[in-house]
Nanobody, 125 residues
Framework: QVQLVESGGGLVQPGGSLRLSCVAS????????INWFRQAPGKEREGVSC???????KYADSVKGRFTISRDNAKSTVYLQMNSLNPEDTAVYYC???????????????????WGQGTQVTVSS
């Protein structure tokens, strides 16, 4: 069964940190770029970060310098380290795969190969 499973979300105070994980199973993630998206209540889903198969990365302007994406192919896992969190980062975070390279979130949701179920991140004091 092909799936992506996110974990690591939770409640954190402003200025705090979380590390999200996206674990792939049922397919070989080495051949796929992995994206992180987020969707806040009442807002559209937006791209946050992406890591291609060659290790190159992309970040949304809103998270540059605060978030770091990495991958461990041996563990079929992509991580999103989130530092200096603020209330505007509150959202459900999803990971999604696309073949080989990050395309910069220009595709429709149906054009990504696989999606996870999401993990809630809440930044609040």
């Amino acid at each position: 069964q092909v799936q992506l499973v996110e974990s690591g979300g939770g409640l954190v105070q402003p200025g705090g940190s979380l590390r999200l994980s996206c674990v792939a199973s049922g397919f070989t993630p080495d051949n796929y770029a992995i994206n992180w998206f987020r969707q806040a209540p009442g807002k559209e889903r937006e791209g946050v970060s992406c890591i291609s198969t060659d290790g190159s990365t992309k970040y949304a302007d809103s998270v540059k310098g605060r978030f770091t994406i990495s991958r461990d192919n041996a563990k079929s896992t992509v991580y999103l380290q989130m530092n200096s969190l603020n209330p505007e980062d509150t959202a459900v975070y999803y990971c999604a795969s696309e073949f080989l390279r990050c395309t910069g979130w220009i595709k429709g949701e149906d054009d990504y190969d696989y999606w996870g179920q999401g993990t809630q991140v809440t930044v609040s004091s």
